[in-house]
C-alpha cells in the first residue's frame, strides 16, 4: 500500500462546480503539500500546510492531522483548472528528502 | 516563477550509452533533487544534495550518479542507460521553509 493515496484518481466535471480531492497518507509528517502538474508537464507548488486550512484564490487546501487526511477544494471550476494534482507527504527533515508523492488525480473541466 | 532549467528538454539515446542531464538555478537555494515520474508512480527521489560536493541517494538510485561542483548546477548521470531509465525526469530546489520548486523537466527515451 502507498503511503500517500489520493482519489480519485481521474475526475471530470462541468465549468463551475465545486471540486474535491482527497489525500489520506500513512505516516507521520510535518508538513503536506499540493502540487499541479499542467498538461505540459511543468509542476507547480500550490500550498504547503502543517495544520488546518489555506486559500489562494478559488483553492482551498485542508488538512486534519488526526485523521491523516487532506483535502484541495477548487471552487467555481474553470477549463484552465485542468491538471494534475498532486498530494506529496514530508516528514519534516530540514531538506526535505524524505517526501512521498501521491501518484496524482487528473482533474478535467469541460466548459 | 524560480529560477530553475534543465538540458536536454528531449533526448533519445540507445541502451549502453551514457547521458548527462543538467539542473540549473538562479536562485542560489542550497537543497536540489532529482525526481523520475513514470506512469502510475508518484515522483520517485533519485539523488538530492544539501549544497555543493554534498550529495546523497534516494529511493530509485540504483544506475544513476550525481555531482554538483557549484551550488547552481546539479548533474544526473546515467552511467549506461537502459530501457527501464525511460521517464521524465525533473530536478527540483528547496527552499528553507520546505518548499520545492520544479524545473519544466526532460523527457528520456532509451531505445
Known amino acids: 500500500k502507498n503511503e500517500v493515496e489520493q482519489s480519485p484518481q481521474n475526475l471530470t466535471a462541468q465549468e463551475g462546480e465545486f471540486i474535491t480531492i482527497n489525500c489520506s497518507y500513512s505516516v507521520g509528517i510535518s508538513a503536506l503539500h499540493w502540487l499541479q502538474q499542467h498538461p505540459g508537464g511543468g509542476i507547480v507548488s500550490l500550498f504547503m500546510l502543517s495544520s488546518g486550512k489555506k486559500k489562494h484564490g478559488r483553492l482551498i487546501a485542508t488538512i486534519n492531522i488526526q485523521e491523516k487526511h487532506s483535502s484541495l477544494h477548487i471552487t467555481a471550476s474553470h477549463p484552465r483548472d485542468s491538471a494534475v494534482y498532486i498530494c506529496?507527504?514530508?516528514?519534516?527533515?530540514?531538506?526535505?528528502?524524505?517526501?512521498?508523492f501521491g501518484a496524482g488525480t487528473r482533474l478535467t473541466v469541460k466548459p | 516563477d524560480a529560477g530553475i532549467t534543465q538540458s536536454p528538454r528531449h533526448k533519445v539515446t540507445e541502451t549502453g550509452t551514457p547521458v548527462t542531464l543538467r539542473c540549473h538555478q538562479t536562485e542560489n537555494h542550497r537543497y536540489m533533487y532529482w525526481y523520475r515520474q513514470d506512469p502510475g508512480h508518484g515522483l520517485r527521489l533519485i539523488h538530492y544534495?544539501?549544497?555543493?560536493?554534498?550529495?546523497d541517494k534516494g529511493e530509485v538510485s540504483d544506475g544513476y550518479s550525481v555531482s554538483r561542483s557549484k551550488t547552481e548546477d546539479f548533474l544526473l548521470t546515467l552511467e549506461s542507460a537502459t530501457s527501464s531509465q525511460t521517464s521524465v525526469y525533473f530536478c527540483a530546489i528547496g527552499d528553507l521553509v520546505g518548499t520545492q520548486y520544479f524545473g519544466p523537466g526532460t523527457r528520456l527515451l532509451v531505445l
Open positions: 506529496a507527504v514530508s516528514s519534516g527533515l530540514r531538506n526535505n528528502n524524505d517526501m512521498r
Open positions: 544534495s544539501y549544497g555543493v560536493k554534498d550529495t
